[in-house]
Each structure stands twice: as structure tokens, then as C-alpha cells.
């Protein structure tokens, strides 16, 4: 058989399937990371540091005070094949391990040049008692083994990441986003392994520390700030369910932020089944459900959740990073966290901030220009539920979406005013202070660019930490640091920053737009339609949802029965 060229269908050289298989796992320096981390973790460490060089590729390493190896598990594992987690193949589907480092290891060694050092901690470092502690430099030709000298743990180094990858190298981001995503990864594990004390840095200067207390709200004041972790409040919770064919135990507890810290996503629900920080979209839609009506309408909880489930009911092999779990039965283990979220927070002290006051007068100033004729002479009937304007239109009744609308008008101002003349700013005097997880403040240390180019000038002040010396100022009303952090999470999650650029304006003007829920008199009621009426495009808001509904008289007609109109 040929593939069309005349060369006919040949086995690969081990070597090159190696490679092949190496790159499945290690795709990005952040890879390395979360490999090493995890293998710590098993480890059984209880303090781990992350150095990171450039974006990962010049320098990773990973240090750790757990148990250590002897040398000859030392050789053993960086060697394809070889664990101490596994037994017999059966415990595939029982391992309640985070990874198997006799994989990890080779496959890290086969992307870049892999040094481990490392000693056990009762002293038997040679195998003999009374050794040394071992170091293992991977070459071509096998591991190079020597007397070192350190504590009981290990310490891996990798250097030139992706060397003889050109192409993996080229596809990277820049040091800062790639440092972005380390950072996302060991302010994840240091949520979900509270116990554990993380140290995170960056070109020789620290960016991140946990306290490794045990305590939810300790890790939580060291990835967010104090405002986020004195509004929460821990959980935990067991029940028995169905799972695989059996009653099993579902267990879950974590951590809930009070419905008044919101994020624009769901990616400030950290998720860790069986101790692994994993990403489960049924357990984040779960804790989700489990807040139900006290979240605003597009908005996500911070929180953390723990679940520990039994290891034969979940698949951690659907993803080859296993970074994504499957269960046995998702809806059911989806249920006991929702009803865990839901009764926790229900004894909850949920005080929310006081609303932001919005300035209308001038945020729906008239605008010049054609407005769409029949939206423009529609007349005002009232409000529904605080949330929907009615209006006549001739033979139709128009329902307009308050917040829909305001948004879209905000939306078309603010880009008209970055294309012509930038965003107008207000300086903060005296400047305040907002501090990002370790992921978006590399973020932010990225795109000072971007973000100065949005209205907001921002500085280093320490760690996560920034100083504002000014926000934007559209629409009549000065941005506060809630729209700083939307847009940095916006910017940390896109790509390209000028790809994102319009997503961004979209979610800048979103923030200071009415809010369901906020009173209108006709006054402001005919100026947002009149506003509505003069852009470009009035029908929809800058995210795609729909800002007006028609009801036609028909309509009505046919749901009354009546047949004719009356005078």
C-alpha cells in the first residue's frame, strides 16, 4: 500500500514516537509546569516553588520538600514506562494519583534538557543507606548520574524548552503570556491545595506566594485580594447518589464568594476532582445553579470546589494533558455540588455594595445623525418589571430591553470616541490600589499598552498589586475598578489584544449601563429611544442579543379571539 507518492506505509523509529508522544503532553512551558507540580503534589510536598525564565523556555524549575527518590527510582523514572503509582493494569482505573511521574519525566526530557536532583527522606540516597542525594542529567545517550548535594524533596530543572521545535517555539506567546498561563496554573492549585505553600517567580522576582495554612480563605487573600476573601464563606457537603451502577459517596467543599463579587466568566470556578485541578464544565455550571436568582443576569461566582469522588466513577484519560475529567454519571455528581452551593449559601451573610449611581442626562445626550423613523416616533407606555419599555408604534407594540439598549448606545459612543480622539480619562486622586490572581497580573504587566490606550494607567506596586492614576471617563461617568477588572480579564482571556479590541469596548460599556431593576421616568424612557433610534445599529447590543421586540396587534387580536378591531 502507498500513500499516493509511491512510498509505501513504514513503522516510525522509537525514537521519533517518543517525540510524537512527548508532544502530546508538553505542549506549551505551562505543560512542564503543571507536570512537575503535580508529581510534587504526589510527592506528598508541603511547599512548593516555580521559577520561571523568559517564557518558560530558557529556564523552568520546580522545587519540593516532598519525600524524594533513592537513586535507583531515580533512574527509573526517566525511563519510558515506569512508575510507582501503578501496579497492575487494572489500577489504571483506580489510581487516585495526580500522574505517573515515570511518564512525565521522559516525556519533559524528550522537549528540552531535563535535570533532576533529588534525595529521600530517610537519607538513602545511593540505595545504600547512607548516599548522597542524586543528580540526573537526561541525555541522548541515557541519564548522567552524580553526587549532589540537598535536602530530602526534588528539583527538577528543564532548560531549552522546544530547542530543535522551531515550529512549537514560533507558536508560543510572549514571556509575559506565557508566564500568564504558569501563573493562572499554581494560583489554581494553590485554591484547591489550601495545604500546600506555593512560591511563584518570575526572571528572579517573586509575583506569587501562598501561605499553605490549610485555610480556603488564606489562599483565596493570596490569589484575589482582602475585599474577595472577606466576602466568602466555606462549604462542605456528602451525599449518597447513583454513580457506575451503585450508591456511591459524593463528597464536595470549597470555598463560595458572596453574590456581590462577580466575575464576567466562569473561569474564576476552580474546579479539582480526586486533588487535581481539572477543568469540569458540569461541576462550573453546577455551583452556577447552586447560586440560582442572586447572581445578575451574565455573571459568575468566584469560588472553589473540592470533589472527591470514587476513582473507578471518573475518567481522568479523556484529555491527553488531563486537564478534563469525564463521570460516570455527570448529572448526578452535578446535583450534589448544586445542592451543596445552595444550602451553604443559604445561611450565608450575602450584604451586597451599595449601587453605583448613573449619570443619564448625560449618557443619553442627544446624538446627531438619521435615526430609524419608526423606533424614533414611537410613543412611550410605561415600564415592565422595571426592566422592558413599552411603545407604540403604530399598529405594533415595541418591548425595548433597557440594559440591551443603554448598552449598545454606550457602545457605539465609546468606539466612536477611541477611533476619533481616544478614551476620555479622569485622573484617581489620590490613586487607588486593585490587585489581580498571579494569571491576569502578568496580564496586566503584558498589555499596559492596551490598557492605556482604553483610559486606564496603571503601575507595578508590589506583587499583584497595581496602582491606578487614571480611569476612562466615557458616557458621562467615570469607569471605577470593577471595569478595569473586567477588561483585564477580557484581555487575559483573547488573544491578539487588537483582535479583541472590540470585544473589549463591548464589555467597557456594558459596565456602566442601566441594570434591570433600575426605575425610569418617561423622560429617560424617550431619551434612551431616541439615543437607541440614532445608531448605526439599533436592533441588537454589541454582544448579539436583541435590544427591541415587536408585538404585532395581530398578535394580540389572535390570542383575545377577537376577530374585529374595535373603535
Not at 499516493?4 to 512542564?32: F, H, K, M, N, Q
Not at 509546569?33 to 506528598?44: P, S
Not at 477543568?279 to 462550573?284: H, N, P, T
Not at 473507578?312 to 488531563?322: F, I, L, M, Y
Request: proline letters at 6%.
Amino acid at each position: 500500500m502507498t500513500d499516493g507518492s509511491g512510498r509505501g506505509v513504514e513503522r516510525l523509529p522509537d525514537r521519533t514516537v517518543e517525540r510524537i508522544a512527548a508532544g502530546e503532553v508538553v505542549t506549551r512551558p505551562a505543560a512542564v509546569v503543571k507536570e512537575l507540580v503535580e508529581n510534587a503534589l504526589d510527592a506528598g510536598a508541603e511547599s512548593i516553588e516555580v521559577d520561571v525564565v523568559g517564557d518558560g523556555t530558557d529556564l523552568i524549575r520546580v522545587a519540593d520538600d516532598g519525600h524524594g527518590m533513592a537513586r535507583e527510582d531515580a533512574r527509573l523514572a526517566v525511563e519510558r514506562h515506569t512508575t510507582s503509582k501503578l501496579r497492575a493494569d487494572d489500577d489504571l482505573r483506580g489510581v487516585r494519583t495526580l500522574g505517573f511521574r515515570g511518564e512525565a519525566l521522559p516525556s519533559i526530557a524528550e522537549a528540552g534538557e531535563l535535570t533532576l536532583t533529588t534525595a529521600p527522606a530517610d537519607g538513602a540516597g545511593s540505595g545504600d543507606g547512607d548516599g548522597p542525594a542524586t543528580r540526573l542529567a537526561v541525555g541522548d545517550d541515557g541519564p548522567d548520574v552524580s553526587d549532589a548535594g540537598r535536602a530530602p524533596g526534588t528539583t527538577v530543572e528543564v532548560r531549552n524548552l522546544f530547542a530543535d521545535r522551531p515550529a512549537r517555539r514560533k507558536s508560543l506567546g510572549g514571556p509575559k503570556r506565557e508566564f500568564a498561563r504558569v501563573s493562572d496554573l499554581v494560583a489554581g492549585y494553590a485554591l484547591v491545595r489550601p495545604d500546600v505553600r506555593f512560591r511563584l517567580t518570575h526572571d528572579d522576582r517573586e509575583t506569587f506566594a501562598s501561605p499553605g495554612s490549610g485555610g480556603d480563605v488564606d489562599a483565596a487573600l493570596a490569589v484575589y485580594d482582602r475585599t474577595v476573601a472577606s466576602r466568602s464563606t466555606t462549604f462542605e457537603a456528602e451525599a449518597e447518589v447513583d454513580l457506575d451502577g451503585r450508591r456511591r459517596e459524593v463528597r464536595v467543599e470549597g470555598l463560595l464568594c458572596y453574590p456581590s463579587v462577580t466575575r464576567a466568566s466562569g473561569e474564576h470556578i476552580h474546579v479539582a476532582v480526586g486533588g487535581r485541578l481539572v477543568r469540569d464544565d458540569a461541576v462550573r455550571r453546577a455551583v452556577d445553579s447552586g447560586y440560582g436568582s442572586l447572581l445578575p443576569d451574565g455573571r459568575h461566582p468566584v469560588a472553589v470546589a473540592r470533589l472527591d469522588v470514587p476513582p473507578e466513577t471518573v475518567d481522568v484519560n479523556v484529555h491527553p494533558a488531563k486537564r478534563e475529567v469525564a463521570h460516570a454519571d455527570a448529572d448526578a455528581v452535578a446535583g450534589v455540588v448544586e445542592r451543596a452551593v445552595r444550602d451553604a449559601l443559604s445561611t450565608a451573610d450575602l450584604r451586597r455594595a451599595g449601587d453605583v449611581a448613573m449619570d443619564l442626562d448625560s449618557s443619553l445626550a442627544p446624538a446627531e445623525g438619521e435615526s430609524d423613523s419608526r423606533l424614533a416616533g414611537a410613543t412611550y407606555v410605561g415600564q415592565f418589571r422595571g426592566t422592558y419599555l413599552l411603545f407604540e408604534a403604530d399598529d405594533d407594540l415595541l418591548v425595548v430591553d433597557q440594559h440591551a439598549a443603554h448598552e449598545r448606545v454606550n457602545y457605539e459612543r465609546l468606539r466612536a470616541a477611541v477611533a476619533e480622539e481616544g478614551v476620555p480619562t479622569r485622573p484617581l486622586d489620590p490613586p487607588e490600589t486593585v490587585s489581580f490572581p498571579p494569571g491576569e497580573a502578568a496580564t496586566v504587566e503584558a498589555e499596559r499598552e492596551t490598557l492605556a490606550g482604553l483610559g486606564f494607567d496603571v503601575a507595578p506596586f508590589g506583587g499583584g498589586t497595581f496602582r491606578v492614576r487614571s480611569v476612562p471617563a466615557p458616557l458621562g461617568r467615570v469607569a471605577d475598578l470593577d471595569a478595569l477588572r473586567e477588561t483585564v480579564a477580557a484581555l487575559h482571556a483573547g488573544g491578539d489584544p487588537d483582535d479583541g479590541r472590540e470585544e473589549l469596548l463591548a464589555d467597557l460599556a456594558c459596565h456602566p449601563s442601566l441594570k434591570a431593576g433600575d426605575a425610569l421616568g418617561e423622560a429617560e424612557a424617550t431619551a434612551l429611544r431616541d439615543r437607541l433610534a440614532a445608531c448605526e445599529r439599533p436592533f441588537d447590543c454589541p454582544h448579539g442579543r436583541p435590544t427591541v421586540l415587536t408585538v404585532e396587534e395581530s398578535a394580540l387580536i389572535r390570542g383575545f379571539d377577537r376577530h374585529a378591531r374595535l373603535g
